[in-house]
Every structure is written in structure tokens, then in C-alpha cells.
């Protein structure tokens, strides 16, 4: 592994672009850096090529074993902004930088958990259901069951970082009430009515008319939202996951679903992505899911590759601090 060896020059610097969808190396073609690059679509042929890079930008095509076939790698700028897929320790161990994407869709994935809150409140997925079916639905007598207005009820932002708080900026113009949960209580006025530290998430709960998970997956919010968060929630409430699936205690969202304690819930992640044909929340109607996509956006590899450039140039520099530094 390369750990004291210097950064390479413009001109031997090689950067490998892996994602199955993104255009990123056509974006980063178009900012005339003079640094060679090349893309691959698979894990196979990343696998093959990655001894190719010194700089390897990467998502969800990444495994940590690539790091024992890339003795060239000196820095990684993840597509993402979770890192959770990547061992630190072994980054650090290898001498290896690490950079993650936070802040490059927080426009995106809170516009996306806004949609979700409009869909189920206004049952948009019974509607496409419904139009799947060629039903004219009639109108609903038993009030509860109808569309609902947002004015006036309570949105819990799990996570008031960088796309919790402009998640809550969009519900407030709604005119929802907004408390929002991270790890210190200091007000945030501009953003929330009430911050709340995780021993408060309890009651918080017990106000909720709406949760929406923004928050990252680490150590504590794995299974934060389990049996005895939905116990404590406020029957009926609907859930809006565009954080990380293992956020979520899975069965015990499903047995929510089932007894009526969430009355709905949209889910963007999952434990296992892509969610397998057999998975049990296909089927049910009160869940609206979207295939990891809250972050996606036409201006994504601009973002990306934005902080990218500004690494490698950082980087080329001699400059230890990286933008969005992880390792």
C-alpha cells in the first residue's frame, strides 16, 4: 500500500470514475484539468482496473477489498455521503484519503422527504393505485380516512443536520410544527420550534403526525427506530425514511404497518437495496417506496465532481486538509 509517497504530479495522475449510472467522467472531461481518467460501469471491471488509479471516485461500487488490488490509490472521493460502506481504519492503516459528497443533495433528498410527506398525506400512491385499476374513488365519509391538510400538525426531523434542516424549513412554509432530534438540544430557530437530544426522541414520538429519518447511520442510529420507538409513536403517524434502511428495525416496522400504529410510511432505503421481489413491503398499500433515489438529481456529477476538482487541486498542492475529509 502507498502510505509516504508523494501525491503524483498532474501529469501521472490517473483518476478511475465507478458507478453504474453517473456521467461523471464526461463532467469531469468538460473541466479541462489536463489529469487522465477513465470510467468502469461494474464491480468486475473495477476489480481489474483498479491498480490503474491514484484517485478513485465511488459509491456504491465500492468493497474494501479493493484496497489490497490498488497499490497506486491515494485518495477516494466518495459519490455519497454516507461512508458507512468504507472502513476507516483500514483507510488510515493503508494511507489512503478518504472524502465523502455531503452537502451535494441536500436540496435534492429534502425536496424528495417533502414529496413523500405530500404524497402520503394527499394518498397519492392510492391514486396511481387507483388509476392502475382504471377506479374512480368515491367520496369518503369516515373523516380520518380522507386526504389531509398539513397546517397545523407535527413533523419530527430525525436528524437535524444539513437536509433535516432544510426539510424542516420546507414544512414550516406548510405551516407544520417542527421539533427536530440530533445529538445536543441547542435551539435551531431558524429551522425547528423545538430541538430535542435523543432521551427526548420518546416523546417527541408521542407528538408525531409525521417522523422523516435525515440522519446518518452510525453506531447509535442503527435500530434507533425499533419496537420501542413505534410503541412510543403517535397512532396513525406516518414514517418518511430517506436516511439509511438499517435506520429502521424492519419487522418491527412491518408489525407497525400491520396493527395501524404507522398509518403509513415511505421508504427510499432498505436493509437489503435492491429490495428482493419476496420483500413483504411490495405488497402493502399503505407504503409508498422509492428505489434509493432521494438523492438523485441532473445536477448530481456537477456536485460531485465540484468537490473533486477542489481535492485533487488540494491535493496537488501539498495541502493535508481535504473538502468533506472523512480520512
Not at 483507510?91 to 435534492?108: M, P, W, Y
Not at 437530544?197 to 422523516?212: K, N, Y
Not at 396493527?259 to 437489503?272: K, M, Q
Request: glycine fraction near 8%; include cysteine.
Amino acid at each position: 500500500m502507498v502510505s509516504d509517497t508523494a501525491f503524483p504530479s498532474r501529469g501521472a495522475l490517473r483518476i478511475a470514475f465507478a458507478h453504474v449510472a453517473y456521467r461523471a467522467a464526461e463532467e469531469f472531461a468538460g473541466r479541462r484539468t489536463g489529469v487522465a481518467h477513465f470510467e468502469v460501469r461494474t464491480f468486475e471491471e473495477l476489480e481489474r482496473r483498479a491498480g490503474e488509479a491514484d484517485v478513485l471516485a465511488v459509491s456504491g461500487l465500492w468493497r474494501n477489498t479493493l484496497l489490497a488490488s490498488a497499490p497506486k490509490l491515494r485518495f477516494v472521493q466518495s459519490f455519497s455521503a454516507g461512508t458507512d460502506q468504507y472502513d476507516k481504519a483500514l483507510f488510515a492503516k493503508a494511507g489512503v484519503r478518504l472524502a465523502n459528497a455531503q452537502g451535494v443533495n441536500e436540496r435534492a433528498v429534502a425536496e424528495h422527504a417533502m414529496a413523500l410527506i405530500l404524497a402520503l398525506t394527499r394518498q397519492l400512491h392510492q391514486a396511481r393505485d387507483n388509476q392502475r385499476e382504471r377506479r374512480w374513488r368515491g367520496m369518503i365519509g369516515d373523516r380520518p380516512l380522507r386526504e389531509q391538510e398539513l397546517g397545523g400538525k407535527t413533523l419530527i426531523v430525525v436528524g437535524l443536520g444539513r437536509i433535516g434542516a432544510r426539510l424542516a424549513r420546507l414544512a414550516r412554509a406548510f405551516e407544520m410544527r417542527v421539533i427536530g432530534v440530533r445529538r445536543t438540544a441547542t435551539p435551531a430557530p431558524a429551522a425547528a420550534d423545538e430541538v430535542v437530544d435523543p432521551t427526548g426522541l420518546a416523546r417527541a414520538l408521542a407528538e408525531a403526525d409525521v417522523v422523516a429519518l435525515t440522519c446518518p447511520l452510525t453506531p447509535e442510529t442503527e435500530g434507533l427506530i425499533g419496537a420501542a420507538a413505534l410503541h412510543a409513536l403517535k397512532p396513525g403517524a406516518l414514517l418518511i425514511n430517506v436516511a439509511r434502511g438499517k435506520v429502521v428495525d424492519e419487522a418491527a416496522l412491518l408489525a407497525a404497518l400491520a396493527d395501524g400504529r404507522v398509518g403509513a410510511a415511505a421508504l427510499d432505503c432498505f436493509h437489503h437495496e435492491p429490495l428482493p421481489p419476496e420483500s413483504p413491503f411490495w405488497a402493502l398499500p399503505n407504503v409508498l417506496i422509492t428505489p434509493h433515489s432521494a438523492g438523485e438529481t441532473g445536477q448530481y456529477e456537477t456536485n460531485v465532481v465540484d468537490i473533486l476538482v477542489d481535492n485533487i487541486e488540494r491535493l496537488l498542492r501539498g495541502e493535508t486538509a481535504l473538502r468533506n475529509q472523512v480520512v
